[in-house]
């Protein structure tokens, strides 16, 4: 998911005559608004991606990917990572029912924006992949415009894509969380393994790819943890452009209380700036460049 979404939030002249950021409804405009659906149409619907459960969106600038870009969070996340700043993202739960083609010509309505700043979708979460038809077929459709495309993705569903799917994202953001099994299941609750895969299926292909890691003081920050994370980032230097080390903070923790789940880091507090520094030194080390 977009590690920190909620900075680079840009708005637009009011003559757009409609806002650029919020929750899902109304994304795909009135259509939606009046689909009716039985439940097995529905359940149908999103084995086919007809139909995909959107959480929100905004159009940021400067994160998620080069440009101006709309970052679309699709609901539901395999993961349970304990500094999670949408956990009300990770259940299939929060968000609206939008048509896959509504999306698809929102997301083409801003070409314009995207062409003059180099920007384009970035799909977030969540976990773009675990829709992964309505993700599948949005891709497509936008990318098959000429817009920029981007998934946000822990990599654990990797093994979703198809090759023919790669070839309709042109950058992925991929969170390499923790650089051992045990470091990495204590943060997220699943398993490493699948991330590095997908990382080497990236590197195999030569697909674009922006690294991101998390610095939680105390869970993810110790010199054994980094060195392991820059090994195996190290793997992919042929196609990674850049690691983003990004700082841990408390923004979050009012979202868990919000929807009743325990948050374990009240306690832990960001880590400093001269802390940050030395683990993007530690990358640096590996002739990776670094944001
Ligand atoms: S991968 Fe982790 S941080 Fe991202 S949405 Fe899932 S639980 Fe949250």
Redesign the pocket.
Known sequence: ?AQDGTTGVVTLEPQQGERIRGVAAGLGGTADADMEITRPELLEARRTGDIGLVHSWELVTAVDGPGTRMTIFLSG?P???L??H??D??EMKEGTLESVESVANRVKRYKRIFDATGGGLTLS???PLFQIAFTRRLLKMVHSAGIHTTIDT?GYLGARLRDEDLDNIDLFLL?VKSGDEETYQRV?KRQLQPTIDFGDRLSEKGKRVWIRFVVVPGYTDSEENVNNVADIVARWTNNVERVEVLPFHNMGADKWKKIGMPYELDDVTPPSPEHVEHIRDIFRSRGLEVH
Do not use: A, F, I
């Open positions: 998911m996340c993961l349970r990572c500094y999670c949408n956990p993202t990770m979460g969540g976990e822990s969170d997220t």
